[in-house]
């Protein structure tokens, strides 16, 4: 869409005066390539671990990623997020992962410094305005709303820039630099945002008068005309209600345009008028006089122009906002960086993680005993294991809580292939996927678990064959599933690539899979920087004796408990123990007796074939307790993260109610103290201008107006209402007019009985327009609904004068000045048409709501005269009516109230 020509824009005195707005915007309909690019990597932020990934291999690295677990590592993550993109990152897996080795040793950078920060960056007001910029440059006119968020997010973005400026200047030793390097070189768009925040009221979404010259020339002759138009109807309403044509001056607007009710039979009061509407009776006309057409054509217009202004100078943002999308975009980018490096500082905090180093395979020039090792990691713990356990220590404060066992990683130089061996249940997988995690959390640049300096290769693929790959849609047994799997990882690899293989050979016959394990991992070996398998076949951990490139672990077993202690021998071949720990779980003794005997028999000749009827029989038991504990931990996960999301919020939501009455508590003081410094001013002018022989009679009055300005003050100060045990007494009976305060709907706020008390214990109150049913022991008695005021004696800043006698408050009336005697819509109560006790409260409310020594207009009509009487006696005993009349003799309908 096209903005129409010369829109001259007012600016700020600290812009230059160069900037102006083109006199035309032109908003692409499309996105041009580099946009494009653009918006296709702002919708991932997850780069590809290296530069040609083919689709098999990413299909492999997110197999193994689900297979690790490391979704549930960055949904972790995702709770030390601060911004919502930051969130949405962790919360789908898609955590930056260095594509080479200097790019993850920069992610460790930020996460070191991330870690050192005194106080947490500020990303309170950064939005995820992807979408909105992305829409400005597809050509959709953005709102007041989506330009200002725009806005705001470029402002809070640079406030946390100036943020980690200070910290770093309080810390020059350049801690902190890997942060600043995030956010070095952007650009902060400040022209942009002094345009927005210029044009733009941000709180209450609209576009100021200020934005344009010919903006603020149309609205000031809209007011202009409004101003004139309000005037004349008024002055036509009071006429025709002089005349008998309408009960009270009405003036209100139909079909968007302004007009006057006047009785149908009294339509000739408004001769050449236009009849726009009329009531539900038809008893009722609204009309447009005749003078007041041409006013209402030059509202009508002023207000499409001033629409048609305002459109064009959102277009004219628009157009800026979609030109400087690429720098917006990079920002953004740059800012969930440097969110997603403090969320890797606060976790590894969280964790006591410890940062990770990577070692070069190749070269030994380390000078301590770490140097013979490619893999050097003492004391690691499982991550999700130790979040669970940091987890259930938060929310338990008597049991002690179990966290999980550390393991020590050792790999010599020069070591392709790790085989560990060892019992079911054991500690085989477990160790075999502490590792994978911990090299893809090194590569993401965050810190894991352990102890010392850990040192570890970088690898460029974390590839992995873990679980039953068995499938009945595809044919596939288990042997078929991890042959099938090995056959694509072997496609792939490469020699920086880490391959975690678990019971390799399984599923088939212990000869024959012993003899395609050797042959893979011989074949690895020749590939790849490192593999990790598991195994029960005793002859793949004699290969170390014969190749070089191959080391044994076993996983330690306690043969007087018949327990694994999940701790790894480096060097050791570890047995099955499978009749210790069938004996462990309650086996009959006869059949371990027996199978006893078949081993002896079976020695030495027919020890594979054992191996594999042995491996076989624990197989699908233990394939069985690895999925019930997986679906265990998922849901323990879920309730967890759920939990905790419900107390952040809860204890937000203090913090925002405190704020918001600290808030409100403070704009109201300051109102009074400015409408009491304004009174002091007008008394000054009085002292100093009467110096005459009136001057006591002047200063009387002044001072008597002060004291009731003071009055007022005092009644609206903020106060904390409490209640004593004595005002709850048994003996209150709520009766119909009663004002009484209610637990639970506000400490300042009055209701009004509307029903009387029923049989099971409770009454109808109405606090504005709402009603609601209440308990007795819940309401505390304010003020009666009869002549007789009582108040509670608890009720601070908020009683009533008593009553004076009918003589004092005459003389008082007659002594004191009230404003014209002009019935307006804003000082007159309608209580027509109203029952008795509707009719009291809508009077009370009127006449609480009346500014001091102004005049109440109580139309009551005369009917059956309940309301009437009602009303009359309701402003012979209030406090704040210092006297009464009617409107005029010839109107009895209608009753002057002065207000004191």
């Not at 995690?437 to 894991?448: D, E, P, Q, T, V």
Request: aromatic share 4%.
């Amino acid at each position: 869409m096209a903005a129409t020509t010369n829109h001259a824009l007012l600016l700020p005195v600290n812009l230059p005066s160069r900037i102006s707005f083109p006199t035309r915007v032109h908003l692409l309909h499309s996105p041009c390539p580099a946009h494009q690019r653009l918006i296709a990597a702002s919708s991932k932020t997850e780069p590809s671990p290296i530069s040609s990934e083919t689709t098999e291999a990413r299909e492999i690295r997110l197999e193994t990623e689900a297979a690790l677990e490391w979704s549930a590592v960055c949904a972790r993550l995702a709770d030390f997020a601060t911004t919502a993109a930051g969130r949405a990152a962790c919360g789908k897996g898609r955590v930056p992962v260095g594509r080479s080795r200097a790019e993850s040793e920069r992610l460790i950078e930020q996460t070191a410094a991330a870690v050192l920060l005194s106080a947490p960056l500020d990303f309170g007001g950064v939005e995820d305005v992807s979408a909105v910029v992305a829409a400005a440059a597809g050509g959709r006119l953005l709102s007041v709303r989506e330009i200002c968020g725009v806005g705001r997010s470029i402002r809070a973005a640079r406030q946390v820039f100036d943020q980690l400026h200070r910290l770093a200047d309080e810390m020059p030793d350049g801690r902190f630099s890997p942060l600043l390097d995030i956010l070095q070189g952007c650009d902060f768009l400040s022209e942009l945002v002094q345009r927005i925040e210029f044009c733009l009221d941000s709180t209450l979404s609209l576009v100021l008068d200020r934005a344009s010259k010919k903006l603020e020339t149309i609205r000031k002759e809209r007011r202009r005309n409004i101003e004139m138009l309000e005037t004349l109807l008024k002055d036509t309403s009071l006429k025709i209600f002089q005349a008998g044509g309408i009960d009270s001056p009405v003036v209100t607007k139909r079909r968007s345009r302004m007009c006057v009710g006047v009785k149908a039979s009294h339509k000739h009061l408004l001769p050449g008028g236009i009849v726009l509407s009329s009531s539900g009776s038809g008893a009722t006309y609204f009309m447009e006089p005749r003078d007041a057409v041409e006013l209402n054509n030059r509202e009508v217009k002023l207000s499409g122009d001033e629409r048609a202004e305002e459109l064009a100078i959102l277009g004219l943002l628009t157009s800026r906002i979609a030109e400087s999308q690429m720098k917006i975009m990079h920002l953004m980018d740059k800012v969930l960086e440097l969110d997603l490096a403090c969320a890797r500082g606060s976790y590894a905090l969280w964790t006591n993680g410890v940062r990770p180093g990577f070692s070069d395979t190749y070269s030994s020039s380390q000078s301590d005993q770490s140097s013979d090792y490619s893999v050097y990691i003492e004391g690691i713990q499982h991550p999700l294991l130790l979040e669970q356990s940091l987890g259930m220590a938060k929310e338990s404060t008597t049991e002690a809580t179990k966290m999980p066992v550390p393991l020590d990683m050792r790999v010599k130089n020069g070591t392709r292939i790790v085989v560990i061996s060892g019992p079911n249940t054991g500690g085989k997988t477990a160790t075999m996927k502490t590792l994978g995690l911990a090299s893809i959390m090194s590569k993401a640049g965050m810190f894991f678990p352990a102890k010392g300096r850990p040192r570890l290769p970088w690898f460029d693929q974390v590839l992995a064959d873990i679980g039953d790959h068995q499938s009945l849609e595809h044919s596939l047994s288990t042997f078929s599933g991890h042959i099938s799997r090995l056959r694509r990882i072997v496609e792939v690899v490469s020699k920086d690539s880490l391959v975690l293989i678990d019971e390799i050979g399984s599923g088939t016959d212990p000869s024959e899979g012993v003899s395609l394990s050797t042959s893979i991992l011989k074949y690895l070996a020749e590939r790849i920087n490192l593999a990790i398998v598991t195994t029960h076949y005793a002859d793949l951990s004699r290969l170390e004796v014969v190749d070089s490139r191959f080391q044994n672990a076993a996983m330690e077993f306690c043969l007087e408990t018949l327990q694994p202690t999940y701790r790894i021998l480096w060097g050791s071949i570890g047995n099955s123990n499978a009749l210790s720990i069938a004996k462990s779980i309650g086996f009959d003794q006869k059949i371990l007796d027996r199978a006893q005997e078949w081993v002896e028999k079976l020695r030495p000749d027919k020890q594979k074939e054992r191996q594999g009827l042995l491996y076989d029989s624990l197989l699908d038991e233990r394939n069985l307790l690895e999925s019930q504990a997986n679906e265990v931990a998922s849901v323990l996960s879920d309730v967890e993260r759920l939990h905790n999301e419900i107390w952040l919020e809860a204890e937000d939501l203090d913090v925002r109610v405190a704020a918001l009455r600290a808030r409100e508590s403070k704009k109201v003081q300051q109102e009074l103290k400015h409408v009491k410094s304004q009174m002091d001013m007008i008394i000054k002018d009085f002292e100093i201008q009467l110096k005459s022989s009136k001057l006591e009679q002047y200063n009387l009055l002044m001072r008597k107006a002060e004291a009731a300005t003071a009055t007022v003050s005092a009644s609206n100060q903020p106060t904390d209402i409490t209640f004593t045990d004595e005002e709850n007494h048994s003996s209150f009976i709520p009766q119909i007019g009663d004002k009484v305060y209610i637990q639970g709907l506000g400490g300042g706020t009055m209701a009004t009985v509307a029903e009387t008390l029923g049989e099971d214990g409770s009454c109808m109150v109405q606090y504005g327009k709402i009603k609601v049913r209440v308990k007795r022991n819940n309401m505390k008695l304010v003020q009666r609904g009869t002549n007789e005021t009582t108040v509670s004696s608890s009720l601070k800043g908020k009683g009533r004068t008593p009553k004076r006698s009918s003589a004092e408050a005459n003389q008082d009336a007659n002594n004191i000045s009230f404003g014209p005697v002009v019935q307006t819509s804003k000082n007159t109560v309608d209580l027509r048409g109203l029952r008795v006790n509707e009719a009291s409260y809508q009077l009370e409310m009127a006449i609480d709501a009346c500014r001091p020594y102004q005049v109440l207009f109580v139309v009551h009509g005369m009917g059956t005269g309940a309301v009437k009487e009602c009303a009359i006696d309701i402003l012979r005993n209030h406090p704040r009516v210092a006297k009464f009349e009617d409107e005029s003799p010839l109107n009895y309908g209608c009753t002057v109230a002065y207000i004191q």
